[in-house]
């Protein structure tokens, strides 16, 4: 279907986000005081993007622009491991270009270009541990477990540049479709009015035992870069061609003749780019079957001395497999592009986008403070704040790295709120009172051991 012909699409991935770990203990019979036995969460499932020549358009990635992954399962007792997330794997047709938002730049991460090739777009968090991977010689019982550690989450954009080894240019009612359908199996709509093709139709041709394949895109007109017609857009699907043909109707276009219409494509080119212009470039004037068609092969061959002027009817298929010929002793020994397992551009990617370490603290007012940063943010989300011990263990980590100063600095005082990620807790000094993440009862009866212990 020409209409659900999509080649942009802007995807958010989230990769699934880790298992909980397990807080649980030993319990059997004649054993008092059973040790830790809470395992770790799985991992959660990866986000991956594959390429397959079964799609043609980047319709059924535009339809689920929000893809989420799987998560890991939680961890059990009796040590028993969370299963991992599946992955996901989202299918999208050869030629598919992925580039990585990261603020306002956006770096290209991968080109899926051959058959099955996978792009790993997003991370799966690590499992939560569970209070088991917490025992220590010091603390043989902890009542500690982490939440599963969320997914990596990326903005991608989505360019399908299609993947043909000819690509047919001209202006509109030229014969670029019916040449594809006289060459292949394509079938793609021929009528006589301009702006037929509304998007590219690719084929794949076998002549004299050569394959290759052929873009056929929707035609240009003069202006097409600055948007008339349908614009250049479609020019991005013939940008990887090996060759272009160039396809002239002798009898011109809409009051242009066939030697200006030639100009008139050769600029279009040229306004998107040089690369273009570089590509051999074969002149075909076709509808050889009408009447008249040798004066403008002259005027062309006049104009053009130096290039080739082939001469075809896609109608009758007269002078086709000459062209065909020209093709196949062009086309270079075709060598599949494999793509290397570490492709550079991925750690290029990886590095840009990596997380800086440190953190930020804003006061909000009214007795509200931020602390933002990917490390604190994510250790947030990793706390269960229901278990007095992790929250010690969170406290730690914040002063261990400086927050504590940092918040004072800002001008915290006891009592007021934090907020980091989802979660927000009271500002308590460590050392000076009981851990600021408990509950209020929790709190006093904390307070009570304290006094009992100066008294
Ligand atoms: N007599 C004759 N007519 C042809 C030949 N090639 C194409 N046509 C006719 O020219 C008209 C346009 O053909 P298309 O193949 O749709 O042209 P196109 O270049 O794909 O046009 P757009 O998609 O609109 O850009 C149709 O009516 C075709 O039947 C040919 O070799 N001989
Ligand atoms: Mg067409």
């Not at 980047?58 to 009796?78: E, F, I, T, W, Y």
């Amino acid at each position: 279907m020409h209409t659900n012909f999509i080649d942009r699409v802007r995807v958010h991935v989230a990769a699934g986000p880790g298992g909980d770990g397990c807080l649980s203990f030993r319990r059997e019979k004649f054993i008092e005081f059973g040790g830790p036995n809470g395992a770790d969460g799985g991992k959660g499932g990866d986000v991956w993007f594959e390429a397959t020549a079964d799609l043609a358009t980047l319709l059924d990635v535009a339809r689920n622009p929000h893809v989420k992954g799987c998560q890991g399962s939680p961890g059990k007792g009796g040590n028993k491991t969370g299963a991992a997330g599946e992955d996901t794997v989202i299918r999208v047709p050869l030629g598919t270009v992925i580039y990585v938002r990261h603020g306002e730049r956006r770096l290209e991460a991968a080109d899926l270009c051959v058959q099955g090739q996978r792009y790993l777009a997003a991370q799966g968090g690590r499992g939560g541990r569970g209070n088991l991977s917490f025992k220590t010689k010091f603390n043989t019982a902890p009542r500690v477990a982490e939440k599963g550690e969320p997914g990596k989450a990326f903005t991608l954009d989505l360019e399908l540049k299609l993947i043909a080894d000819v690509g047919f240019v001209g202006l509109p009612n030229a014969g670029k479709s019916t040449l594809l359908a006289r060459i292949s199996a394509a079938r793609p709509k021929i009528a006589d009015y301009p702006f037929t093709t509304l998007s590219p139709n690719l084929g794949a041709v076998s002549h004299k035992g050569v394959e290759f394949s052929a873009a056929d895109i929707p035609g240009l007109i003069e202006g097409a870069h600055e948007g008339k017609g349908l614009g250049i857009e479609f020019l991005r699907h013939v940008e990887r061609t090996r060759i272009l043909i160039h396809l002239v109707d002798p009898s011109g276009h809409d009051g242009v003749d066939a030697v200006r219409g030639v100009r008139i494509i050769e600029a279009e080119l040229a306004a998107v780019s040089s690369e273009l212009l570089r590509k051999p470039r074969l002149l075909v004037v076709t509808k050889a079957d009408l009447p008249g068609f040798e004066a403008a092969v002259k005027a062309l061959k006049r104009r053009y001395p130096k290039r080739e002027v082939l001469v075809i009817s896609a109608a009758t298929g007269a002078g086709v497999s000459a062209l065909l010929d020209r093709v196949i002793k062009t086309l270079p020994r075709r060598s599949t592009p494999v793509p290397s397992l570490s492709d550079p551009r991925a750690s290029a990617v990886e590095a840009a986008v990596r997380v800086e370490p440190g953190f930020r603290v804003r006061d909000a007012g009214g007795g509200r403070f931020v602390l933002s940063g990917p490390f604190v943010e994510r250790a947030a989300s990793m706390l269960k704040a229901e278990l007095p011990e992790a929250v010690e263990r969170f406290q730690k980590a914040l002063k261990r790295i400086g927050v504590d100063r940092a918040l004072r600095h800002a001008g915290i005082r006891e009592g007021d709120y934090v907020a980091c990620g989802k979660l927000e807790f009271e500002w308590t000094e460590i050392g000076k009172a009981p851990p600021g993440l408990i509950n209020r009862r929790e709190r006093a009866k904390l307070r009570k051991i304290l006094r009992a212990r100066k008294g």
